[in-house]
């Protein structure tokens, strides 16, 4: 089956800075790529998403960015704010046709004052 | 705008009990998933329903676990007889086609099996 990795665990940021989590996934027949940001005891909500036929979507201070060929993707999220520290989850719809999301293991983020 | 709701929002049961959990998904989705996380850990498939029948499930569940669809709005999962470890959170999710879209979940249930 689908296996996604992530990194890094935790990641430590200044207010403002520029915050990069990577991850990637074994199923090369992978076409839907979403992350999802999860406060502490609530619910994985949509941040963004990409799909198979595009390299690169932003949204405002949020980006992800999709090589197929090396079957690895990103978030990208620039001029971080306090409000942005939060658990953030990768997930891949894999190829088999099922439509079941595999999660990577999720980051961490802390934006620090 | 829509969501999905669960219900109830922390259920503390006994082990070896069987517990229900419920959810309603959004009115106009045909796809349906459980998903659980234990504490600290990544979310985890458990089963996904499509066209009043299991489309996929993973190896988690098992014969212990069931999911219905018992009207035209609620879709429940049942466990039938809880250990310790299936303690976690539960999210409900559904989404309006299958591939390549939006999975939206609810708010969780928190089961804890004493």
């Known amino acids: 089956g689908e296996n996604v990795e992530q990194h890094p665990s935790t990641l430590s940021v200044q207010e403002g800075d520029s915050a990069v989590i990577k991850c990637t996934y074994s199923?090369?027949?992978?076409?839907?790529f979403p992350w999802y940001k999860q406060e502490l005891g609530k619910r994985p909500q949509l941040i963004i998403d990409?799909?198979?036929?595009?390299g690169e979507k932003k949204d405002q201070r949020i980006a992800v960015t999709l090589n197929k060929t090396a079957k690895h993707f990103s978030l990208h999220i620039t001029e971080t704010q306090p409000e942005d520290s939060a658990v953030y989850f990768c997930?891949?719809?894999?190829?088999?046709?099922?439509?079941?999301?595999?999660f990577g293991t999720g980051t961490q983020l802390k934006v620090e004052l | 705008e829509p969501e999905v709701t669960q219900t109830p929002s922390h259920q503390v049961t006994q082990m070896g009990q069987e517990v229900i959990l419920r959810c309603v998904p959004i009115?106009?989705?045909?796809?349906f998933y459980w998903y659980r996380q234990i504490l600290g850990q990544k979310v985890e498939f458990l089963v996904s329903?499509?066209?009043?029948?299991?489309?996929?499930k993973s190896e988690i569940f098992d014969d212990q676990f069931s999911v219905e669809r018992p009207d035209g709005s609620n879709f429940t999962l049942k466990i039938r007889s809880t250990k310790l470890e299936d303690s976690a959170m539960y999210f409900c999710?559904?989404?309006?086609?299958?591939?390549?879209?939006?999975?939206?979940f609810g708010q969780g249930t928190r089961l804890t099996v004493v």
């Open positions: 999710a559904s989404s309006e086609t299958g591939r390549n879209t939006e999975a939206f």
């Open positions: 199923d090369s027949a992978s076409n839907y």
């Open positions: 990409i799909r198979s036929n595009v």
């Open positions: 997930a891949v719809i894999g190829g088999g046709g099922g439509n079941k999301l595999t």
């Open positions: 009115s106009n989705h045909l796809y």
């Open positions: 329903f499509y066209n009043n029948e299991i489309s996929e």
